[in-house]
């Protein structure tokens, strides 16, 4: 499922001209929030590669919220995006503070808030992901109440079965390892330093230091011992962070009552290659972007409001129902059809999910209908052209199939 670039112009609802007469009263509970998506889960779960699928879907760019990351340095031992992994999605907060001082989590509230403003001033919608779930409880539960004031939230939360996700934390550290992770660490080591603060925080480093302080004075064989028993610190300090990540989220869930979206990306982690790929997809990337979806339909559905400018906004339109129809098959066939271009064509930006999901009804239709054929240009019309043998289209083809009503698009393949 790829869905267009323009989709999260609609994030926002256009304004129009018309404002309220002079003397007229605002109801602030109508004031328009803006929209957040956050990432959570367990270190390891694949959250960054969430957000980055999420980002493909809608224009939107990342905040990070893992509270060792946010330092400068140790791109490695952190297990910090990549620029090429990034794929040149902004990310904000990643590496980008001074790692010899404390990021508290008020500086993160201060910090995130400023680059949420910064990111829906450029209608694009902010994804904030990371595995330290008190930052993110700082940011929504704060005591003045002022995010949920002034945002709407949508949280995802990527799990993965402990045994299935211990056995993968073991096989990053040694790939860690492998790619020069203690020559990385060796420039953070201080006798004297303080593993309390900053980066030094970080896994990996209080594990290495007896390594580091002794590695100059004992025998090879002693060496390699203290190295072995640093990276088996440093797998079992990962393992207890997973599963102090896992309660805190539970506890969000489950006492705080947050609304969290579960996803089981553990079958992603049992396959291999190509095939883990397409899991991922199936069941992690896809299902994610539908969420997303129906969060902002649904922000925008909620009522008529006003901004804080005072201008009116226009209220929900048939583009906005066949925008849900594209991202979630939320309507039926039928109702696709009716929904028309809108009055002034408006709907056109629409075409390429459009032709997508068509696609979608050939590939349904195939086995009943299979001279159907795709026209072969783009027209403003974007109408099917029969098939030049047997007169056939897709809008026919599913006329066959849903000829006993209105019959949604997912539960129609079980009319073939």
């Keep these: 499922m790829t869905i267009s670039m323009s989709m999260c112009r609609l994030i926002r609802q256009p304004l129009i001209s018309n404002v309220p007469c002079s003397g007229q009263k605002l109801n602030m509970r109508q004031i328009q929030k803006e929209n957040v998506v956050l990432v959570m889960g367990s270190t390891g779960t694949g959250k960054s590669k969430l957000s980055i699928d999420l980002a493909n879907y809608f224009p939107s760019e990342i905040i990070n919220s893992d509270k060792i990351q946010i330092y400068e340095g140790l791109d490695l031992v952190t297990n910090k ?7 040149g999605i902004p990310h904000h907060l990643l590496g980008t503070h ?6 508290t989590s008020n500086d993160f509230r201060e910090k995130s808030t400023s680059a949420i403003d910064s990111i829906t001033g450029r209608e694009h919608l902010p994804i904030i992901v990371g595995g330290s779930n008190s930052y993110l409880e700082a940011l929504v539960d704060d005591d003045d109440y002022n995010f949920r004031s002034r945002y ?5 939360w990527v799990d993965v079965s402990m045994p299935i996700l211990h056995s993968y934390i073991d096989q990053r550290v040694d790939q860690m390892f492998n790619s020069g992770m203690v020559n990385e660490l060796r420039p953070f080591y201080n006798p004297n330093g303080d593993y309390s603060k900053g980066i030094r925080k970080a896994i990996g480093v209080p594990e290495f230091d007896e390594y580091f302080r002794k590695e100059s004075f004992v025998d090879d064989e002693t060496n390699k011992m203290l190295l072995e028993k640093a990276l088996s610190e440093m797998k079992m300090n990962t393992w207890k962070l997973a599963r102090k990540q896992l309660g805190k989220i539970n506890w969000l869930k489950n006492v705080k009552r947050w609304n969290i979206h579960r996803l089981d990306a ?3 982690f049992e396959k291999h290659g190509k095939e883990a790929d397409e899991t991922w997809k199936k069941i992690v990337a896809e299902p994610s972007a539908m969420i997303v979806a129906q969060f902002l339909y649904n922000s925008r559905n909620s009522a008529n409001v006003v901004n804080s400018s005072s201008n009116l906004r226009v209220p929900i339109s048939q583009t906005d129902l066949m925008a ?3 991202l979630n098959k939320s309507v039926s066939v039928a109702d696709m059809f009716s929904l028309g271009w809108g009055v002034a064509g408006e709907a056109w930006e629409w075409r390429r999910p459009l032709r997508a999901w068509e696609e979608e009804m050939l590939g349904e239709c195939q086995t009943l209908l299979l001279t ?8 403003d019309s974007w109408q099917w052209q029969p098939d030049l043998v047997d007169g056939y289209t897709v809008r026919g083809a599913y006329q066959l199939l849903t000829e006993q009503g209105t019959v949604p698009l997912d539960e129609a393949a079980g009319l073939i």
């Design 324 to 326: 849900a129809a594209t």
């Design 98 to 103: 001074n790692p010899n001082i404390e990021f």
């Design 266 to 268: 553990t079958p992603v």
């Design 152 to 156: 709407n939230f949508c949280c995802l």
């Design 372 to 379: 159907v054929s795709l026209q072969d240009h783009y027209s």
């Design 81 to 87: 995006i990549t620029k090429e992994e990034q794929k």
